[in-house]
């Protein structure tokens, strides 16, 4: 055991300290505080420090509200103020984008319990001992068994200790990648925060080979049906994951029981959300940064915007009263009907969305006159063909959401050599207790 000073945060949100010539980097301790640690082997010459107890704590440190916050690879900032997290956030984000300003993040009303999807893996060691749940911060995919947390509502985990429960009861195995073995991948929980909506997905090994009899997906079933009493009609989904070598990967639906989807309710629009669609994580949060967005871009009620990699319509739905037409694209085939039943609902007119890749159909459009481009890319940001026809579309603006700076960073000096200056740079917290950040990017054309 060794005593050590907490003098930097890492990249990662853990604590470092440098210690007898060794840098070592500890999860769950803060910057300044005293710190006995475990040191383990660790890689690029810096060592792993498992927190023992803390001898002298930050002034910023709050009780935890979980049990896991020591090893959870899903919170790192958990136990500091809100207030702290976000001074790290904003000083992060300024160091990433050092020539430019950058507007003080918009905070989350609520830190805690925020989140409406949760992805669990099913897991066993080498002694067949069952775990579900999370994974272990930088562990190589090593799973904890989960009985708490403060990122998602109780009902998520009171379905994850059923479904536990019953598999403990069962002889089937956790699927095995390596290996393409067994049954059980994943455990998800989505829920419709305004309405109450609740769906649960068990991800299914499409193996034939350790595919799941009709009693065996009855009893999960009834395991989640129980755990969910006071929720009519809970959407029961499995999802078949299909892997096998030299083939695309692709996956399958089995629909159980309730709806086909769960409803959601943003910028008083409705959205209807099937089990392998996207949808915005945090509602409360998305539904500011959807306000903020459309308030940097301030639209004309002539406008024509494209929404790109639109998920299920719902940037394109939520601006639409406000501009003439909008075309949304996207990849995912279950997202784009999501958007066509969206539009439908909404009872909008004159917004269309297209299923395809951003790179491929995009370019078909480059010669349509747009106003305003809207992307929201995944994590990866934006591909090198699609900033090629953004250069050559030369849309009066762009307004890129990004939910992770680093992509934009790099994506930001590409949009600015296609001649358009960044206007406003604009964070909003929508994962408090992570180091994560949703990023407003706002950029015009410099010469109109
Ligand atoms: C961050 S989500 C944004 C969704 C939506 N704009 C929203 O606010 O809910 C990114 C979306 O891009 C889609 N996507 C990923 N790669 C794509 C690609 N190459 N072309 C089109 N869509 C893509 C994903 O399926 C996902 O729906």
Same mark, same amino acid.
Request: aromatic letters at 8%.
């Given at each position: 055991m060794e005593q050590c000073v907490i003098e930097k945060w890492t990249d990662k949100g853990h604590g470092r300290a440098f210690h007898e010539g060794r840098v070592i980097d500890i999860k769950g301790a803060f910057l300044a505080e005293t710190v006995q640690v475990e040191v383990k082997k660790g890689k690029r010459g810096v060592k792993k420090g498992i927190l023992q107890s803390i001898k002298i704590p930050s002034l910023e440190r709050i009780p935890p509200k979980c049990s896991h916050s020591q090893i959870c690879g899903g919170c790192n900032l958990h136990g500091l103020s809100y207030s702290s997290q976000v001074a790290l956030k904003q000083k992060n984000v300024e160091k990433l984008f050092f020539t430019h300003k950058v507007e003080p993040i918009l905070e989350a009303q609520d830190p805690f319990y925020y989140r409406n999807k949760m992805e669990f893996s099913f897991s066993q060691d080498k002694e067949k001992r069952k775990y579900l749940g999370l994974v272990e911060e930088d562990s190589r995919g090593k799973v904890f068994s989960q009985? =708490? *947390?403060? !990122? *998602?509502?109780?009902w998520m985990i009171s379905t994850l200790k059923a479904v536990f429960d019953h598999w403990c009861t069962t002889e089937l195995d956790a699927y095995y990648l390596h290996t393409n073995t067994g049954s059980l991948r994943t455990l998800t929980c989505r829920a419709g925060v305004n309405t109450g909506e609740r769906m649960v997905i068990l991800g299914l090994s499409g193996n034939p080979l350790y595919a799941l009899s009709y009693e065996e997906l009855k009893g999960f079933q009834q395991a989640i049906t129980d755990a969910n009493k006071c929720c009519e009609d809970i959407s029961i989904f499995v999802v078949l994951t299909h892997v096998e070598k030299g083939t695309p990967t692709y996956t399958s639906e089995i629909h !159980? =029981?309730?709806? +086909?989807h769960y409803k959601e309710i943003l910028c008083e629009k409705t959205f209807l959300v099937s089990p392998q669609s996207f949808f915005q994580p945090n509602p409360k949060q998305a539904q500011l940064l959807y306000e903020t967005a459309f308030s940097l871009l301030k639209p004309n009620s002539a406008d024509r915007v494209l929404d790109l990699y *639109?998920?299920?319509?719902s940037i394109g739905i939520c601006l639409k009263d406000r501009v003439d037409r909008v075309l949304g694209i996207e990849l995912n085939r279950y997202a784009v009907c999501d958007a066509k039943r969206n539009i439908a609902i909404n009872l909008m007119e004159n917004i269309e969305v297209i299923v395809g890749d951003v790179k491929d159909v995009l370019v078909q459009h480059k010669d349509a006159p747009f106003d305003s481009i809207i992307l929201d890319p995944p994590r990866a940001g934006l591909d090198e063909q699609v900033i090629q026809t953004l250069h050559q579309m030369q849309a009066k603006k762009i307004l890129y959401i990004s939910c992770n700076p680093k992509s934009l960073a790099k994506d930001l000096q590409l949009i600015e050599n296609c001649g358009y200056k960044v206007e406003c740079l604009q964070p909003v +917290?929508?994962?408090?207790?992570?180091l994560h950040l949703e990023m407003i990017a706002l950029f015009t054309l410099k010469n109109l």
């Amino acid at each position: 055991m060794e005593q050590c000073v907490i003098e930097k945060w890492t990249d990662k949100g853990h604590g470092r300290a440098f210690h007898e010539g060794r840098v070592i980097d500890i999860k769950g301790a803060f910057l300044a505080e005293t710190v006995q640690v475990e040191v383990k082997k660790g890689k690029r010459g810096v060592k792993k420090g498992i927190l023992q107890s803390i001898k002298i704590p930050s002034l910023e440190r709050i009780p935890p509200k979980c049990s896991h916050s020591q090893i959870c690879g899903g919170c790192n900032l958990h136990g500091l103020s809100y207030s702290s997290q976000v001074a790290l956030k904003q000083k992060n984000v300024e160091k990433l984008f050092f020539t430019h300003k950058v507007e003080p993040i918009l905070e989350a009303q609520d830190p805690f319990y925020y989140r409406n999807k949760m992805e669990f893996s099913f897991s066993q060691d080498k002694e067949k001992r069952k775990y579900l749940g999370l994974v272990e911060e930088d562990s190589r995919g090593k799973v904890f068994s989960q009985n =708490s *947390c403060a !990122l *998602c509502p109780e009902w998520m985990i009171s379905t994850l200790k059923a479904v536990f429960d019953h598999w403990c009861t069962t002889e089937l195995d956790a699927y095995y990648l390596h290996t393409n073995t067994g049954s059980l991948r994943t455990l998800t929980c989505r829920a419709g925060v305004n309405t109450g909506e609740r769906m649960v997905i068990l991800g299914l090994s499409g193996n034939p080979l350790y595919a799941l009899s009709y009693e065996e997906l009855k009893g999960f079933q009834q395991a989640i049906t129980d755990a969910n009493k006071c929720c009519e009609d809970i959407s029961i989904f499995v999802v078949l994951t299909h892997v096998e070598k030299g083939t695309p990967t692709y996956t399958s639906e089995i629909h !159980l =029981s309730g709806k +086909d989807h769960y409803k959601e309710i943003l910028c008083e629009k409705t959205f209807l959300v099937s089990p392998q669609s996207f949808f915005q994580p945090n509602p409360k949060q998305a539904q500011l940064l959807y306000e903020t967005a459309f308030s940097l871009l301030k639209p004309n009620s002539a406008d024509r915007v494209l929404d790109l990699y *639109c998920g299920v319509g719902s940037i394109g739905i939520c601006l639409k009263d406000r501009v003439d037409r909008v075309l949304g694209i996207e990849l995912n085939r279950y997202a784009v009907c999501d958007a066509k039943r969206n539009i439908a609902i909404n009872l909008m007119e004159n917004i269309e969305v297209i299923v395809g890749d951003v790179k491929d159909v995009l370019v078909q459009h480059k010669d349509a006159p747009f106003d305003s481009i809207i992307l929201d890319p995944p994590r990866a940001g934006l591909d090198e063909q699609v900033i090629q026809t953004l250069h050559q579309m030369q849309a009066k603006k762009i307004l890129y959401i990004s939910c992770n700076p680093k992509s934009l960073a790099k994506d930001l000096q590409l949009i600015e050599n296609c001649g358009y200056k960044v206007e406003c740079l604009q964070p909003v +917290d929508q994962f408090p207790q992570t180091l994560h950040l949703e990023m407003i990017a706002l950029f015009t054309l410099k010469n109109l």
